[in-house]
C-alpha cells in the first residue's frame, strides 16, 4: 500500500494532468464562435487516514468550472450572424428534441426554413418554440430579437419570429460542444425580455491565448516538481524499509 504522501502527490499529478487538459482545450477552441473556457480547480474534501491515530486529514478531489464572462462582439457585417449584449443565451432544440443552451449566433437557415445553428439545431422563439422564417435572404434582427425580412417585395412590418433570450443556471449547466449547453438539472427556461442583440457581429471565444500558454508552462512546471517530490518519496520510503530490514 502506497503512503499517503505518495497518493496526495500522485493525486496532485491527476489535477495537473486535467488542468493541462483544459488549456490544451481552451486553445483549440480561441477561435471557436461564444466558446467559454473551462479550468480545473479544487474542491475542499476530507477523508479519513486509516491507521494514523484514526486523525482525519484534509485530502483535495478536483473538479472542472467554466467561466463564463462574455467574449468581445467581433463585426462581421452579415446579416445572419448576431451576439448577445449581456450575460443570456439563445434555446435551441435538436432533431430528438433535446433542448439546450447556446451563445452561438451564426444563423443558419435549413432545408425546411427553421431557423438553425450550423449543427442543425433549431433556435428557439420567446414561447420556446421553433422559429421557421421561410427562404429569406436578407434577414434583419431587432435589438429585441423580432426577425423581418427585407427581401424584395416582403413586408417589413411582419415579424416572423423572436429569438428569445434566457437566463440559465450557469451552475447547472455542462458542455456538450459545438458550443451547445445542457441543463444538468432541467429546469424551466426563464425568458429575459430586457436582453438585447447585436446584428452584423459574433461573440468571440474568452479564451486569452498568451495567458492560457504562460499558465501551461506553469502547469508544465509544477508538474515536473512534483514528479521529483514523488521519485524522493519513494526513495526516502525504500531507504526507510530498507534500514528496518537490517
Same mark, same amino acid.
Not at 491515530?53 to 468550472?65: D, I, M, R
Not at 446579416?79 to 439546450?100: M, P, Y
Not at 451564426?106 to 420567446?126: E, H, K, M, Q
Not at 492560457?212 to 508538474?223: A, C, D, G, K
Given at each position: 500500500?502506497?503512503?499517503?504522501?505518495?497518493?496526495?502527490?500522485?493525486?496532485?499529478?491527476?489535477?495537473?494532468?486535467?488542468?493541462?487538459?483544459?488549456?490544451?482545450?481552451?486553445?483549440? /477552441?480561441? /477561435?471557436?464562435?461564444?466558446?467559454?473556457?473551462?479550468?480545473?480547480?479544487?474542491? %475542499?474534501?476530507?477523508?479519513?487516514?486509516?491507521?494514523?491515530?484514526?486523525?482525519?486529514?484534509?485530502?483535495?478531489?478536483?473538479?472542472?468550472?467554466?467561466?463564463?464572462?462574455?467574449?468581445?462582439?467581433?463585426?462581421? %457585417?452579415?446579416?445572419?450572424?448576431?451576439?448577445?449584449?449581456?450575460?443570456?443565451?439563445?434555446? +435551441?432544440?435538436?432533431?430528438?428534441? /433535446?433542448?439546450?443552451?447556446?451563445?452561438?449566433?451564426?444563423?443558419?437557415?435549413?432545408?425546411?426554413?427553421?431557423?438553425?445553428?450550423?449543427?442543425?439545431?433549431?433556435?428557439?422563439?420567446?414561447?420556446?418554440?421553433?422559429?421557421?422564417?421561410?427562404?429569406?435572404?436578407?434577414?434583419?434582427?431587432?435589438? /429585441?430579437?423580432?426577425?423581418?425580412?427585407?427581401?424584395?417585395?416582403?413586408?417589413?412590418?411582419?415579424?416572423?419570429?423572436?429569438?428569445?433570450?434566457?437566463?440559465?443556471?450557469?451552475?447547472?449547466?455542462?458542455?456538450?460542444?459545438?458550443?451547445?449547453?445542457?441543463?444538468?438539472? %432541467?429546469?424551466?427556461?426563464?425568458?429575459?425580455?430586457?436582453?438585447?442583440?447585436?446584428?452584423?457581429?459574433?461573440?468571440?471565444? %474568452?479564451?486569452? +491565448?498568451?495567458?492560457?500558454?504562460?499558465?501551461?508552462?506553469?502547469?508544465?512546471?509544477?508538474?515536473?516538481?512534483?514528479?521529483?517530490?514523488?521519485?524522493?518519496?519513494?526513495?526516502?520510503?525504500?531507504?526507510?524499509?530498507?534500514?528496518?530490514?537490517?
Amino acid at each position: 500500500m502506497g503512503s499517503y504522501g505518495e497518493a496526495s502527490l500522485v493525486n496532485s499529478m491527476s489535477y495537473l494532468s486535467e488542468a493541462q487538459a483544459n488549456l490544451a482545450n481552451n486553445l483549440a /477552441n480561441a /477561435n471557436t464562435i461564444g466558446y467559454k473556457r473551462s479550468e480545473a480547480i479544487a474542491l %475542499n474534501s476530507s477523508s479519513r487516514f486509516q491507521g494514523l491515530l484514526e486523525a482525519e486529514l484534509p485530502s483535495v478531489q478536483f473538479g472542472k468550472a467554466t467561466d463564463w464572462r462574455p467574449g468581445l462582439p467581433e463585426p462581421t %457585417n452579415e446579416k445572419f450572424h448576431v451576439s448577445i449584449q449581456g450575460e443570456q443565451f439563445f434555446r +435551441v432544440r435538436d432533431e430528438q428534441g /433535446n433542448a439546450f443552451y447556446t451563445r452561438r449566433g451564426d444563423l443558419n437557415i435549413n432545408s425546411d426554413g427553421f431557423l438553425s445553428t450550423p449543427s442543425g439545431a433549431r433556435y428557439l422563439d420567446v414561447n420556446d418554440q421553433p422559429i421557421q422564417v421561410g427562404s429569406v435572404g436578407d434577414l434583419v434582427v431587432a435589438g /429585441n430579437g423580432d426577425l423581418r425580412s427585407a427581401d424584395p417585395g416582403a413586408d417589413s412590418d411582419v415579424v416572423m419570429g423572436t429569438l428569445g433570450m434566457f437566463l440559465p443556471d450557469q451552475q447547472t449547466l455542462e458542455s456538450v460542444g459545438s458550443g451547445l449547453y445542457r441543463d444538468t438539472a %432541467n429546469k424551466l427556461p426563464i425568458l429575459d425580455v430586457t436582453s438585447a442583440v447585436q446584428q452584423g457581429s459574433l461573440e468571440r471565444s %474568452n479564451v486569452e +491565448v498568451i495567458t492560457e500558454l504562460v499558465r501551461m508552462i506553469e502547469i508544465q512546471r509544477s508538474f515536473q516538481s512534483v514528479s521529483k517530490a514523488l521519485t524522493s518519496v519513494g526513495r526516502l520510503k525504500s531507504s526507510f524499509n530498507n534500514a528496518l530490514n537490517r
